[in-house]
């Protein structure tokens, strides 16, 4: 039995480059002839687009699986259902075993979406798991139509191997793109209506290209006349390099912002994380940043109960947190993943204490955020409207630190307005438009 899928549904869980590949999934679909719907539920084929860094998010897509079984389009076999992602890199035989899917398709191989959709069509199941060495990119459609806020994967991949994390597994060795082909496809995304533009990369700082470097990347970027901001992420300590932290200092299209993750604050845990830096390298780093750029806005990612953390390693986390101001950041619980060799470390530790542990850590960041935001009360910036808030004339936008602002009055999404900050809460600031001084 034969049934070609005519609309599809892609549904992206996870970090920024999934939100990447699941619209480059989407184009690719379109440009095979496929219509996009937003319904999940009435479309033909379904694109689970998944994520496998933590347990939880695992067990969401075999929750997803079954809620589309039924809920779902009914009859003809039901919905299509494809698994993208990592969960698909890392489980690709077991998905089609324990949910008997259609399409499993890695991060490295979706180039391959509609063959594998056609040749599920006829009946049975496909996988591609593969990651060659010619890169997909090239297989991808050019970018057509874009909100004023894109993403573009200049990297992927990682050769860190934090003992904790799946990533080198699933998204394989670090790569970077070409410099001219990133080049071409930031101008297509600005010729497509984007005015911000965020480089992803596991290891978006470790970007290379023959003797460049993220700053070259950066400030060719910065060139692109209608392109307003620059932003990256996520960034490693240990390719922080000079050139990038004067490029803060120089390129105006460059925005205060800085994700660099440190995960723990006492030594002996970053090295059982294999961390390659300790406290002291990380903080006497953030040293250098701000003296580049005094008003950067720092964000991390934190995890608690690495297997054998002490109470008293855990304190010098919250000591951390203490002497950065983190303007915001993201914790979360250990979560063993398998095949990575903290999986069998001893010591883990016992789930209500890690509760406990990321009570305590996310209670002292909501602070530092709330801190952050009312630090910007009174001063103007300027704010790039994304979309529609959710009262009559309000709209939702950026400020130059990723906060998100509300505004009201008569804007469109992609303006670039200027704007004073006259409220600030601990997850949004208000802000109206900026009277122009009289000259
Ligand atoms: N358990 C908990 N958190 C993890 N992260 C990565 N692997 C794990 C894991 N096994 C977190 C790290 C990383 C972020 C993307 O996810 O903090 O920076
Ligand atoms: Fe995972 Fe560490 Fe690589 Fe980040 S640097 S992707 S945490 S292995």
């Given at each position: ?21 699941g619209e480059r999934m ?182 290379t290209d023959g003797e ?190 990723l906060q998100s602002v ?34």
């Amino acid at each position: 039995m034969t049934r070609t899928p005519k609309t599809f549904h892609v549904k992206s869980f996870g970090c920024q480059m999934n939100v990447y590949d699941g619209e480059r999934m989407a184009e690719l679909m379109a440009a095979d002839g496929m219509v996009a719907t937003d319904d999940a539920n009435a479309a033909d084929l379904v694109v689970l687009n998944t994520c496998h860094i933590r347990e939880k998010a695992t067990e969401k897509v075999y929750s997803d699986i079954g809620r589309l079984r039924k809920y779902g389009k009914q009859g003809d076999g039901g919905p299509m259902i494809a698994v993208a992602g990592c969960v698909a890199q890392a489980e690709g035989d077991e998905i089609i075993r324990r949910a008997k899917v259609d399409v499993v398709v890695g991060p490295q191989a979706y180039h391959n979406l509609p063959r594998l959709v056609a040749d599920a069509a006829a009946g049975t199941p496909t996988l591609d798991t593969d990651m060659p060495l010619a890169s997909k990119f090239g297989a991808l459609p050019a970018r057509r139509k874009v909100g004023p806020s894109a993403f573009l994967t200049v990297q992927e991949g990682c050769d860190k191997f934090c003992t904790y994390c799946v990533v080198p597994y699933t998204r394989g060795a670090e790569v970077s793109r070409p410099f001219a082909a990133i080049v071409d496809e930031a101008k297509a995304l600005v010729d497509a209506g984007a005015r911000e533009i965020t480089l992803l990369g596991q290891n978006v700082n470790a970007w290379t290209d023959g003797e460049r470097g993220l700053h070259d990347l950066i400030r060719a970027l910065d060139r692109i006349p209608a392109l307003a901001r620059i932003r990256y992420t996520t960034s490693h300590p240990n390719d922080m390099t000079q050139g990038l932290i004067d490029a803060h200092r120089d390129v105006e299209g460059l925005m205060p912002f800085l994700h660099l993750p440190v995960q723990a604050g006492s030594d002996r845990v970053l090295r059982a994380m294999n961390r390659s830096h300790t406290r002291d390298s990380y903080l006497t780093l953030l040293d250098r940043i701000r003296a580049a750029r005094p008003d950067i806005a720092l964000s991390g990612d934190f995890i608690v109960g690495f297997p054998g953390e002490t109470e008293a390693e855990f304190a010098e986390t919250l000591r951390l947190v203490d002497a950065v101001g983190y303007a915001q950041a993201f914790s979360f619980k250990y979560s063993p993943r398998p095949g990575t060799p903290a999986a069998d470390m001893d010591g883990q530790v016992a789930a209500a204490v890690m509760d406990d542990r990321l009570q305590r850590l996310q209670t002292a960041l909501n602070r530092d955020q709330h801190a952050f935001n009312a630090a910007t009360l009174g001063r103007r910036c300027d704010v790039l409207i994304e979309r529609r808030g959710k009262l009559p004339g309000q709209w939702l936008g950026k400020s130059p630190w990723l906060q998100s602002v509300h505004i009201v009055g008569d804007h469109a999404i992609g303006d670039l307005i200027d704007v004073a900050i006259a409220e600030a809460g601990p997850n949004s600031l208000r802000g109206t438009p900026a009277i122009a001084q009289a000259a």
